[in-house]
Each structure stands twice: as C-alpha cells, then as structure tokens.
C-alpha cells in the first residue's frame, strides 16, 4: 500500500513538470512542433488583459529558454506562440486591428511598408474567435510563419523579418502589455 501511494505521489509530481496552469489553462511545458523536427521549451506564459478582462492565455515555446527578448525576435530558430482564447468572444475586426497596432508600434514606416502586403494575408487568416479557441502561430525557419486555428492550418507567411515583426508584438519595445512581455520571458 505504501508503494502504490509513493507511485501516485510520483505521478503527480511528474504531471506538474510536464504541465503549467496560467489563468486555468493546462499548458504544455515543452512540445514537438510539427515540420520543425525539434522538441521546444516553454519559455513562458501569461495572461493578455485589456482593461479589467482576460482576453487570452499566451505562451512562447522555443528550443532554449531565454530572458533575452532580443535574442527571441532576431534569432532564426523554431519557435512557437500559442494563444488560448479565455473572454467569451474577440472579434476578428478588433484581432486585425490589434495585430496592425502591434507590428506598427514596433516596426518603422519602411519595415511597414515591406510588411503590408504580408500583414494583410495574415490578417485574412483571422476570423471571430471564441473562448477554448486556440490559434498557434509557429515559425519554421526557411519556411515562414504558419498560422493553425482551432487546428486547422490557414496558411504560412514567409520571411523571418515577419516573424520578427510578429515576435515584437508581445517582445519589442512596445509590447501588447509589459506584464505579458515579462511573462513570456520567464520573469
């Protein structure tokens, strides 16, 4: 008796290495990306707050953990964003209109320029999302950034200067929210 509950305490400490909770979502704490043939580490998660409402759990997924957002954005190395949509509904007019924001707050008019045309396919990818809705945004160096939506795959957009731009969003000098960029850097 005292072996099968040792085995049970066991198992459940094991089960807390495997797994994080942020904001009641079960997170995965390393992951196989698929097409990119290596094993990724969760760097971080948290929690994406507009106002007072919790709109969506992120976590960052890459095959070293880091602090260096740096680092993160420029280095050409498989990598994932998951986002786990927690508020009852994001429009998807408010998604493009927050992914526009987000790579023009930290790209310059000419980066924007390049990225435009870019920015609008991957907008067009997005639709209305609701809560359990997960879209993984993963990067696959020398392919580009494929975009999976309730696990359909809607596309890949190429150019690691998109992914670059895309990780500045949450990374860049002016994140989505600092306590998210915190976050995923592990802090």
């Known amino acids: ?20 909770d942020v904001g009641g979502v ?7 990306m698929d097409g990119s043939g290596v094993t990724l580490q969760m760097n971080g998660a948290g929690i994406r707050k507009k106002f007072f409402f919790s709109i969506y759990v992120a976590a960052l997924y890459l095959p070293e953990k880091t602090g260096d957002a740096e680092k993160i954005i420029k280095e050409d190395v498989a990598k994932r964003v998951l986002m786990h949509i927690v508020y009852s509904e994001v429009d998807r007019e408010k998604l493009r209109s927050g992914w526009k924001d987000g790579f023009s707050n930290n790209r310059s008019a000419d980066e924007m320029k390049a990225l435009r045309e870019r920015l609008d396919n991957f907008n067009a990818m997005f639709e209305t999302l609701h809560k359990g809705d997960v879209v993984l945004l993963d990067y696959l160096p020398g392919l580009g950034t494929r975009v999976t939506i309730r696990g359909e795959q809607k596309g890949t957009i ?30």
């Open 1 to 20: 008796m005292k072996l099968l509950f040792s085995l049970l305490i066991l198992l459940l400490s094991a089960t807390n290495v495997w797994s994080k």
């Open 26 to 32: 079960t997170l995965p704490e390393q992951i196989n």
């Open 158 to 187: 190429p150019g690691a200067d998109f992914n670059q731009a895309l990780m500045s969003v949450w990374l860049g000098g002016s994140p989505v929210t600092s306590s998210l960029k915190s976050a995923l850097l592990g802090k």
